[in-house]
């Protein structure tokens, strides 16, 4: 599930172009002389290496776009045998050329559609009409066929139940959409809440909705932000019947082990007991197309919703309600144990095994998956044959590079969840960092987030760098639970067939990537970050960025707390602490090069090996492990989704939980919590500048 177009996190303008720039100043000839050394220097990244020129001249597309069509044929939701079928796939791709390649099976807790039903009446008492609750497919349509085996349009986990009762319009969802509709005296309590994709993640809709009163939810696609111009298959836009299918649990992993891996034989919560969890949406939801959507809206009456409550060009007034319109919704679903199946495969570090980089993209798909995420998928097995190349010609990378392709990603970020925690302590130790790629292509742009001391090594390849805080893909275990420097990247912003039907092999052979070259080029990103971070002998991370956007998270929460009394000066300490950390970390690297300048034969392993290991582990220093406040699985308290917004990213996410509430209730106790929060906060950076200087007190 990887955030949808309007939901993307905000992005940072591009970066200015900075060392090619040096070579554009014509320079008087002595003087150019004596810059020749330092200007060397400056150019500091080494040029590719051989092996990672080759990797970037192998790409094919041809074989990005047979095995997104084989893998695409049939739609495959984790837990259907059409999803193991596609397991199998890729482990024998993978497996094909010579990487050991197992499947890490789990049974989780899923759902799917049983029954469901929607009828609408314009007012109580007058005749109902049902909808079809169907996407249509179209005229030559290849996959009009396999589309018969797309489980129903459902949101996954919604509590089984039947609601009759007049309908409000809640525009997007969100918390400030209910307190407008609150301070317009609509009240929503017992009522069918209806509100529109777009700005958050559905299970906080449906949350919302529930905490607004609701008794239950109908989320649609409204024409203006789905299908802006023509729609599929003349266009990209989401058809008139298109459904955005969804899960709407809001914790991570299989919802009977929380905070645990699912092995075999663990202890598990029962499924009334999972379903029970606030992070579960507790009543009963539907999602539905635009079409439907409109209908409803036509027989909202009540006051006119405000202009940006508005669809766009021949949609009717949208009102607020509540009713004349009756909604009747009933839904059953099936809350079930399946099996998952990750599959791992791994390429052995020659000189340190021991050191891991991991590459990740899921497999499961709501229909046919071809953007989300099978497109990343088709890369990740077109990268493959790259590595099988290289080692052809001698390439063994120096640390080991792992893999992995996850299961029930949509139900819940599950696959990748459960083999984390499973692996919590091997992982926490030996990961260098981790690579997602959901949906590698949907359209132009590369857009990319990363923890920021792999800034510098992505802004070649990148225009654009946001921050991992949501919690939208399957790098949220890698760096949230366990402090993993992660990137997360993409081509496409976002589109409009999200989760429909209409994700199929057409719509990207037509609109998403024709020539199957965004592919290839996310293919050749995603491999050089990881033969870089594999090949270089001193980790390409710095921290320098990271120090940049702590100072900028402190600036934000200065500007909020304003003559509130709250103490901010324990972390601006702490980050000038680990500005420290970065300087001393520095003149350690410029004494080993000094050193091996003049002693090129005495190489420094161990050295070397000390500052990488503190490197690497000074992410995990912003971990601790009581994790956020009230949300214990979060452990990062740099980097985490925000509470309103799964989708939404936050830096110091328990600072903001605490400011929002402290604002809501502004009593002294409440910004108590506020400086806790400055101290905890304070404390994790301390220790990653004592990891980074590799210092004790
Ligand atoms: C909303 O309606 C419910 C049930 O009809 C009622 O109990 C509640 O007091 C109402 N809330 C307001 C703010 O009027
Ligand atoms: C709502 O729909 C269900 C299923 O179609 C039906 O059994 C029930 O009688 C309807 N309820 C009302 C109040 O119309
Ligand atoms: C629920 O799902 C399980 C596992 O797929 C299946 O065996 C069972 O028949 C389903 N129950 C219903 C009522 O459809
Ligand atoms: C791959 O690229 C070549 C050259 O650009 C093009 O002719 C070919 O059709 C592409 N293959 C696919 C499957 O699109």
């Given at each position: 599930m990887p955030r949808e177009d309007s939901t993307q996190a905000p992005l940072l303008p591009a970066p200015p172009p900075r060392r090619a720039a040096a070579s554009l100043h014509p320079l008087p000839l002595l003087v150019a002389a004596a810059f020749a050394v330092s200007y060397h220097l400056l150019l500091a990244a080494p040029p590719p290496s051989h092996y990672q020129s080759l990797f970037l001249s192998l790409g094919s597309n041809d074989t990005a776009a047979a095995h997104l069509r084989a893998l695409t044929a049939r739609p495959h939701p984790a837990g259907m045998e059409a999803n193991a079928l596609a397991a199998n796939y890729v482990a024998a791709a993978l497996s094909s050329h010579g990487f050991p390649t197992r499947l890490t099976p789990y049974s989780v807790l899923l759902s799917y559609p049983i029954h469901r039903s929607l009828s609408l009446s314009a007012a109580p008492?007058?005749?109902?009409?049902?909808f079809a609750l169907r996407q249509e497919t179209y005229p030559g349509d290849p996959y009009a066929a396999a589309s018969a085996e797309a489980v129903p349009t459902f949101l996954a986990y919604a509590a089984s139940g039947s609601v009759a009762a007049e309908a409000v319009y809640a525009n997007y969802g969100r918390a400030e959409d209910y307190a407008y509709l609150a301070a317009r005296g609509v009240n929503v309590t017992g009522k069918v809440a209806v509100a529109r994709y777009g700005k958050v993640y559905r299970g906080d809709i449906v949350k919302n909705a529930r905490d607004?009163?609701?008794a239950a939810a109908v989320i649609y696609t409204d024409f203006k932000d789905y299908t802006p111009g023509k729609a599929f298959p003349d266009?990209?836009?989401m058809p008139p019947t298109g459904v955005q299918v969804g899960s709407t649990f809001k914790g991570v992993g299989d919802p009977t082990t929380p905070m645990w891996a699912s092995s075999e034989g663990c202890e598990r919560l029962s499924v009334a007991e999972a379903m029970a969890s606030d992070d579960m949406p507790g009543i009963p939801a539907l999602p539905v197309s635009g079409r439907d959507g409109e209908a409803i809206l036509q027989v909202i009456g009540g006051e006119v919703a405000p202009e940006d409550w508005q669809g766009g060009d021949g949609a009717p007034v949208y009102r607020l309600g509540p009713?004349?319109?009756?909604?009747?919704?009933?839904?059953?679903?099936?809350?079930?144990?399946a099996t998952i199946q990750n599959v791992i495969s791994v390429i052995e570090g020659e000189e340190e095994p021991e050191r891991y980089i991991i590459l990740g993209n899921h497999r499961d798909a709501w229909t046919f998956g071809a953007v989300d995420p099978n497109s990343g998928t088709a890369a990740l097995l077109e990268l493959a044959q790259?590595?099988?190349?290289?080692?052809?010609?001698?390439?063994?990378?120096?640390?080991t590079i792992i893999l992995c392709n996850w299961d029930a990603e949509e139900y819940g970020l599950t696959g990748s969840t459960e083999w984390v925690e499973e692996n919590r302590a091997m992982l926490a130790s030996r990961t260098i960092a981790y690579l997602n790629v959901d949906s590698a292509v949907a359209g132009p742009g590369f857009y990319a987030s990363a923890t920021p001391q792999l800034d510098e090594l992505l802004q070649d390849a990148s225009k654009q760098i946001g921050r991992l805080g949501g919690g939208g893909s399957d790098y949220s275990a890698f760096v949230q639970h366990i402090g993993v420097p992660s990137v997360d990247m993409s081509i496409g912003p976002g589109y409009a067939v999200y989760h429909s039907l209409y994700d199929d092999f057409t719509w990207i052979e037509k609109f998403g990537d024709p020539l199957f070259r965004r592919h290839v080029a996310v293919a050749s990103i995603w491999g050089l970050l990881a033969l870089k971070l594999s090949d270089e002998e001193i980790l390409p991370f710095n921290y320098t960025c990271y120090a940049r956007e702590l100072?900028?998270?402190?600036?934000?929460?200065n500007k909020r707390v304003l003559g509130m009394p709250v103490n901010l000066s324990p972390l601006y300490k702490s980050i000038k602490e680990f500005k420290r950390a970065i300087l001393k970390v520095d003149s350690e690297l410029k004494a080993l090069e000094t050193w091996r300048s003049w002693a090129p034969w005495r190489n420094n392993p161990l050295k070397v090996k000390d500052i990488n290991d503190r490197l690497m582990m000074t992410e995990r220093a912003f971990t601790e492990r009581e994790g956020l406040s009230g949300r214990p699985w979060y452990k990062h308290l740099i980097y985490g989704p925000s509470l309103y917004n799964d989708y939404g990213a936050e830096v110091y996410p328990g600072v903001d939980d605490a400011i929002q509430r402290a604002k809501r209730t502004n009593i002294s106790e409440s910004w108590k919590s506020v400086q806790h929060e400055i101290h905890r906060i304070s404390r994790v950076i301390n220790q990653a500048a004592l990891v980074l200087s590799g210092r004790l007190t």
């Open positions: 008492g007058r005749d109902a009409a049902a607004a009163g609701a266009g990209p836009g009713g004349p319109a009756v909604l009747n919704l009933t839904y059953t679903g099936n809350e079930t144990m790259r590595f099988r190349k290289l080692q052809k010609k001698g390439w063994k990378p120096r640390r100072e900028n998270g402190a600036m934000d929460i």
